[in-house]
DNA sequence: GTGGTCTAGACCACT
DNA sequence: GTGGTCTAGACCACT
């Protein structure tokens, strides 16, 4: 499992890492019920605080799609999740935004959505 | 032109209105060349600080969406305007990052795309 | 609003905080939409770390009694809130050890908890 | 006596044991005078490190429902044992919060209590 | 002045 | 070795 955190962008470092993880789950190269790495070590491994990936794992458990055993954290078993509503609300929000921005910009929405679809699917790993 | 704040929100004001803005141009109800109202009177009339309207104004010139002249800003004449590198970027980044909530959540996201059109559509202006 | 502390319980700071603002709210000294001191200022005042009240203010917004809005916290306004299935679950668990306490150490549990609601109207405010 | 432990839970094995036994107690299935499993053979049955049974059984001897003689522990004689002050202190301290819950969340925890108590009841053995 | 993010580092509980 | 709690302190975004 690769995790590529750019540290200039605007985006806080624990959003990203939440970002890597479940594409790590769609993509299928983090199975259910796998062992997330240890909170220090994944910190140290991509040189930030502890803290930092104590919140992303967090927002993961909140969202149901990691869970937190004795031993850790660990890829939910239950696939999908259920989504909140409140979640789902942002999402639309965020869909809605990207409608109007392809409006102004005159941006084939569909044909980017399907390219982002078929580059992900390119980096799924075979059996 | 309506526009509608949710002060409750965790979207900043700022962010808000320059959606909205983007909305009214989308829709139609902003046409290229129209003068935007001036920073104190949209602040007054939405009850918010000056400097958070020049800030959604500052962030629709860059974007090139909205032009400054020498009587305040208007909505640029060309449409639709360049998109930059950058702001593409950020979208792609967005979309990338819909697509993977989608397979986790196991939501269908071109699915919820039409919707987002089509709602927005019926919020079209008649001629 | 009093906030009691007892810095050598073993019950975390933070959960204690939760405590103490709930009770606040049962008795109705804290009213709906009230908001809340600020982050800062109730560290400073209680002598802990801002992070520290930060978590419990984050907590009691996951249980739906407080509601972050732009200018800080406050109190929700819809009471009662609706409680999760999970926290419904953790308060049974706690009255199933207590009734077993109860029984082992052969106390009337239905007399203490009669004991705790007289306790706690006399704390409540008169108009 | 059967001992069910949830290894995902979030309550600390050896409080799990504690609570267990102590049902064990309340419900009769553990009488007066009764041994307790050897630590060794009851960690080895469950699964679990042998400091962690030793940790439960020391606690239960502090709370006086248990007494280590020569060969092991057992069930103390005396029922029900003194309780001691500190313990009843946070007995009450969990009762006082659980009525505060109940009235922020609009439960009738008179009524929770009660389907505890006949949930406990129909778990005991008959003569 | 409000909260958000992040760091560095300490001590503790559980097993 | 795992996560939890707490501190002290820094810089930033929003208004």
Chains 1, 2, 3, 4 share one sequence.
Do not use: W
């Not at 993880?21 to 983090?30: D, E, Q, R």
């Not at 794992?57 to 989504?83: F, H, N, R, S, W």
């Not at 959505?113 to 799924?124: A, D, P, R, V, W």
């Amino acid at each position: 499992m690769m995790i590529e955190i750019d540290f200039d962008s605007e985006v806080p470092i624990y959003t990203q890492l939440v970002c890597q993880i479940k594409k790590g789950i769609a993509l299928g190269s983090l199975a259910p019920g796998e062992p997330l790495p240890s909170v220090r070590n994944l910190a140290s491994d991509i040189g930030i605080n502890l803290h930092t990936v104590n919140k992303a794992y967090k927002q993961l458990v909140g969202e149901g799609v990691v869970i937190q055993v004795k031993k850790g954290y660990e890829i939910a078993k239950k696939t999908p999740p259920d989504i909140s509503e409140a979640y789902l609300k942002v999402m639309m929000q965020q869909i809605d935004n990207l409608v109007v921005d392809a409006m102004v910009f005159d941006l084939d929405i569909l044909d980017l959505l399907k390219k982002s679809k078929t580059k992900l699917e390119g980096e799924m790993p075979r059996d």
